[in-house]
């Protein structure tokens, strides 16, 4: 219990944080970033202090519960504000809080000026709350408040400036199209609950396997929809590139480093009921997740906005995670999870900085040679690029490198292809993208002066620079690692033996590395523009696709969004306003026509028989009254 | 201090302080005014006694008194809450108070305005405690008086046609109502008598007991309002002052689906049991109907109408399913819908107060001008769009699951409705508080002012309670409403071929 007994408090500061930014923030005003960043920095150091508390235990014993207060209790439902600690929401716990400081103490600079400074703050305090209860809840329903929270601080966050109506509408398409995903989620919960009688994350792993095949497919598909929803995958993904209006620590920490994680975390941690289902669901999981890698790669090869690329690149490391859960990598997913939220945290800041400078300019192509102007934010980009792009020894490397090698030894050599060519695509639009906003000669659009990142932001960077390039440590093979540390909660995973040790991560190298020099071939130095209008020739039909994002959008707009619209006017106008309403005024219309001889009678003033209707209510209570007392 | 029959006391207050608000001239605008906020707060005050008195764990009725009244013709005046009518109770007394403090810009014959709304209290408690059918019925129809005339007199636009129809469409009903009393009544072997407690367990034939209940059924239906008995809503609401709109919406439909569970399901269990497949079809209709034209509607008042009836419907549904998650999420989200809709409408009123206008189209980025309206706002859409944490996903998740125990198809579209009320809420959100002002209009609007913080800040806080702590209510609902699902599911005399749908 006592391995616990912080965790509530882990949740309660930035909670307390968010209530105390949200109420009094404007009389704390240029306080409110100190006040966020403290309470998100408390709470990772009691996370640093929980971790060493499950290192000080035996490794089966890493796993204690701390309920604060029952939560939904009725009949044999019952669900408490519970909070489970171990291995795998220690590590959720260090990763959201972690980095979560490093972005708030950013913020701090980058939203400086802005008229709502603190009420930035009380959300990014409250997304962190939710985020921490999402991964510490220890059954599905909590989970599942947690899952919401993030979604509704997504929403107030991307359109923290919504005075800008692109901003307003991309919080509002967040938030639609994860309910979408959620409305699955829910129906999984039933599916759960009423086949296991239990909300418990612990019990339904324990039970899963008595479900039967049909209903733990349902359960895990129903889930893993959800999951396409929060972590942006086909066919759900739409959301996040547009959610980039949001501030740039927004894109930062929710839709990099953290809450698009949501997904894989729950599939990571109810793994044993999509195992249930007999391959079923978890093939399902890993092919979505590789065509999410590769259709984004695509994407984010085409894009031109340097947000959105990220963005694209988001959805597409995201589908990593789930190819390796499709395979049973589950610490694999994690690991990469764990890294990809470093470097992809760092990537979104070094592009903040680079806009905070150019007046919230987002095009790469009015940028160029800004190493020269910016030298820290320049090699900690460079540091991110590499780690992405697999190149070794940066993080990357070692979690791309787990992912492919577990497709490869489960045999699944077609996810490992996908996945190997992803990588080369993925090393091509980094090398693209880092080459035209750094180098060159340093052009920046007229009327702004590029310089360095300030000292707040820089504090953020170089950190997270570091992590990019040693990250790797946490899991280098015969080390105390990761994988051995998850163990326990996320069962052993296989590794690479023999030739294959030394050839699966070679492959992976030269595809990082080839991306990387055609990026180069076609970016940098003579010929290359020539080399680059060969290749969109050569690429035709498919590369104007990816630059209208393969018409999805579109699509949705056509067959989704405007049907259900014209079904909504047809039930108000037609059904409602036309059919009910004509029956009823009809149905008057009649009455009074046919009642005209007795208008003598009737005087036809509706407040006429009110008033003879409240007499004789009076009347009766003036016998009831007389009665009572004669009694 | 427990021995005062607090029920009682709560229900009669209201009436008390009408009488007496009729002594106070009429031009002493803020004596009426602080009088009636007065009467309302010591209403609420006596409704305290009732919640501290009231047993948890304890399945039947309690605090009531029960007195002879027309003793040949078998009538009493008896009365008693349980765990059904509780909250429902609760939520009266909770809301006049708010109800008075909105009614501020009400500037025409206020004294009537105040004895109509202080009556219309005491009516709908008596509905709620009511355990005599003449009583009920009395009080049924005493609740029809008082909500005319603040239609019809106090509304706005069309004020006219919306209370007339409201009047009418519910008279239409209420005279089923009344013709199955009357033939209960006639039919109970025995002493005659409209005694609730005494008539339950009656023996009737099954074709009796449908009859009967659809009598019953066709007066509560237009109450809820179940499609397509639900035209007169949209109306009444629209056209109704700020106070009657929160009232209809908070209480009044709730009579009909509190109507339907004390005396549909345990009067006639077998034709409830036989019938609820049916209402259950009607109840998912109305979800996502409601809600699909809810998302096309200009007026935010019609557009939180018809939400009202896409929720009705969640209530509905949680009822008929014949489980304790159901029921309980049922009974639960009818006091989760009036904390909700009743803010929702109070929100509105301050806006017309401040523009006089309802249409969407006139704001935009009031965001901007009225920050911490915009965020009370905002967190009452969401407790209304049934975000967790905040109470209406209490309920609608015990609806939900209750459903996908017995009726596990249903569920899809159930559940469908959720994302159609982000679609309606988010979105008249956006057009309302986003974007850049553009209408000069809204420029300078002022924030809330101490009447209206007041006036918002309790619901709000209850809306937060309810979604982080529901455990208080829903251990004071879950044992009557135990009883009732016993009720619906171990009917006697269920005659053959008329089964309920099985789960898939």
Same mark, same amino acid.
């Given at each position: 219990m006592r391995e616990a007994g912080l965790a509530p408090f882990i949740v309660g500061l930035p909670l307390l944080g968010a209530v105390v930014l949200l109420v009094f923030g404007r009389r704390i005003g240029r306080a409110s970033g100190l006040i966020a960043s403290g309470a998100i920095g408390l709470a990772f150091v009691l996370g640093v202090i929980t971790f060493a508390r499950l290192l000080g235990l035996p490794a089966e014993e890493r796993e204690a519960t701390q309920r604060v207060f029952d939560f939904i209790t009725v009949g044999d439902f019952s669900t408490g504000v519970s909070l489970l600690v171990d291995q795998l929401s220690v590590v959720m716990v260090l990763v959201v809080t972690g980095v979560g400081t490093l972005i708030h103490i950013y913020s701090i600079s980058y939203m400086a000026g802005d008229p709502r400074y603190s009420r930035f703050f009380g959300y990014l305090n409250l997304f962190a709350a939710f985020m921490l209860l999402l991964v510490l809840g220890d059954n599905l329903l909590l989970l599942y408040v947690g899952w919401e929270g993030v979604g509704l601080c997504s929403y107030l966050l991307i359109g923290f400036w919504f005075e800008r109506p692109i901003a307003a509408t991309a919080a509002k398409k967040a938030f639609l199209v994860n309910r979408v995903g959620d409305f699955a989620f829910m129906i999984g919960i039933f599916v759960l609950f009423v086949s296991l009688g239990t909300l418990d994350l612990l019990a339904i792993n324990a039970n899963a396997a008595a479900m039967g095949a049909g209903l733990s497919t349902a359960a895990g598909l129903l889930l893993f929809l959800g999951a396409t929803g929060k972590s942006a995958q086909i066919p759900l993904y739409v959301w996040l590139p547009d959610a980039m209006e949001g501030p740039t620590p927004v894109s930062a920490l929710i839709h990099a480093a953290t809450m698009v994680t949501a997904g894989v975390y729950m599939v990571a941690r109810l793994s044993p009921v999509f195992e249930a289902s007999g391959g079923a669901a978890l093939t399902v999981v890993g092919y979505v997740g590789a065509l999410t890698a590769l259709w984004a790669a695509l994407m984010a090869s085409a894009e031109y906005d340097i947000k959105r690329v990220l963005a694209y690149s988001t959805i597409s490391q995201l589908g990593y995670m789930f190819l390796a859960l499709g395979v049973g990598a589950y610490s694999a997913a994690i690991f990469h999870l764990v890294t990809h939220a470093f470097f992809k945290a760092l990537m979104f800041l070094g592009a903040g900085a680079i806009m905070h400078v150019l007046g919230g300019e987002v095009d790469m192509r009015r940028m160029s040679g800004l190493r020269r102007a910016m030298p820290i934010v320049a090699y900690t980009f460079a540091a991110g690029v590499l780690a992405i792009s697999g190149i070794i020894p940066f993080a990357g490397f070692f979690s791309k490198d787990a992912i492919l090698a577990s497709a490869w030894i489960e045999g699944n050599f077609l996810l490992w292809g996908i996945g190997t060519v992803t990588a080369l695509l993925t090393a091509f639009y980094m090398a693209r993208l880092y080459i035209r906003v750094f180098e060159g000669r340093l052009e920046t659009p007229e009327g702004t002066h590029a310089h360095d990142a300030p000292a707040l932001m820089a504090a953020a960077l170089i950190p997270l620079g570091v992590l990019s390039v040693i990250g790797g440590v946490i899991n280098l093979p015969g080390l105390v690692t990761l994988e051995h540390f998850l163990e326990p909660a996320l069962g052993e995973s296989e590794v690479p033996t023999g030739v294959l040790t030394f050839l699966l991560p070679g492959l992976a190298l030269v595809a990082g590395a080839a991306g990387l020099f055609i990026g180069r071939r076609l970016y940098m130095g003579e010929g290359a523009e020539a080399r680059r209008a060969r290749l969109v020739a050569a690429g035709g039909p498919l590369v104007e696709a990816a630059r209208n994002k393969f018409y999805v959008d579109r699509i949705y707009a056509a067959t989704i969004v405007a049907p259900g619209r014209a079904l909504a006017s047809f039930c108000a106008d037609v059904l409602d306003g036309r059919g009910i309403e004509g029956v009823v005024n009809g149905t008057a219309t009649f009455i009074g026509r046919s009642s005209q001889s007795l208008r003598h009678l009737q005087t036809g003033y509706v407040r006429t028989y009110g008033v003879t209707f409240l007499f004789g209510v009076v009347l009766v209570f003036g016998f009831l009254l007389t009665r009572v007392v004669l009694a | 201090m427990n021995d005062l029959p607090w029920l009682d006391i709560t229900i009669f207050i209201p009436l008390g302080g009408a009488i007496l608000l009729g002594a106070v001239p009429k031009d002493r605008v803020g004596a009426l005014r602080t009088g009636a906020l007065i009467v309302a707060v010591a209403a609420f005050a006596a409704s305290l006694g009732i919640l501290a008195g009231f047993e948890v764990g304890e399945a039947g009725f309690q605090l009531g008194s029960s007195l002879s009244w027309i003793s040949e013709w078998g009538i009493g005046y008896t009365t008693g809450v349980d765990g059904v009518s509780l909250w429902i109770i609760m939520l009266t007394t909770f809301l006049m108070p708010l109800a008075v403090l909105a009614s501020w810009s009400v500037d025409k014959q206020l004294k009537p305005y105040f004895i109509f709304l202080l009556s219309l209290e005491t009516g709908m408690l008596g509905v709620f405690s009511a355990l005599d059918l003449f009583l009920f019925y009395v009080f049924w129809e005493a609740v029809l008086v008082p909500m005319y005339f603040l239609i019809g007199l106090? !509304?706005? !636009?069309?004020r006219v046609y919306a209370a007339t129809k409201f009047f009418l469409y519910t008279l239409a009903g209420s005279l089923f109502l009344l013709l199955a009393i009357l033939y209960l009544y006639f039919a109970a072997p025995g002493e005659p008598t409209f005694d609730y407690r005494s008539l339950l367990g009656t023996e009737l034939a099954f074709g009796t007991q449908v009859l009967l209940f659809l009598g019953f059924f066709a007066s509560f239906a237009v109450k809820i309002p179940l499609v397509p008995l639900h035209t007169w809503l949209p109306d009444a609401h629209t056209e109704a002052p700020t106070a009657g709109s929160v009232m209809l919406a908070a209480v009044l439909l709730k009579m009909g689906a509190y109507g339907l569970i004390r005396f549909g399901i345990p009067l006639f269990p077998d034709a409830a049991q036989a019938l609820a497949p049916l209402i259950i079809t009607l109840a998912v209709i109305g979800i996502v109907y409601g809600a699909l034209i809810a998302i096309v509607q200009r007026d935010i008042k019609r557009l939180v109408a018809y939400s009202s009836v896409a929720h009705l419907g969640f209530v509905v549904l949680g009822l008929f399913v014949g489980t304790i998650q159901g029921m309980s999420g049922g009974i639960l989200q009818m006091l989760n819908h009036g904390l909700s809709t009743g803010a929702l409408f109070l929100l509105v009123g301050v806006l017309y107060d401040r523009r006089h206008t309802r249409l969407i189209a006139d704001f935009g980025g009031l965001a901007k001008s009225m920050p911490v309206y915009a965020g009370v706002f905002l967190l009452v859409a969401l407790s209304s769009l049934g975000l967790? !944490?905040?109470?209406g996903f209490v309920g609608e998740f015990l609806v939900l699951l209750g459903t996908y125990e017995t009726y596990a198809w249903w569920v899809i579209p159930a559940t469908f409705g959720i994302v159609l009320a982000a679609i309606y809420l988010l979105w008249a959100y956006q057009r309302v508080f986003h974007g850049d002002i553009t209408n000069e209009a809204n420029r300078g609007l002022s924030d809330f002012n101490v009447r209206e913080y007041a006036m918002i800040l309790p619901v709000v806080a209850l809306i937060v309670f309810i979604g982080v702590y529901p455990k208080p209510f829903l251990d004071r609902i879950e044992p009557s409403a135990q009883k009732l699902v016993s009720q619906l599911n171990d009917s006697s005399v269920l005659p053959e071929g008329s089964g309920v749908a099985e789960a898939p």
């Open positions: - | 106090w !509304g706005y !636009g069309r967790p !944490g905040l109470n």
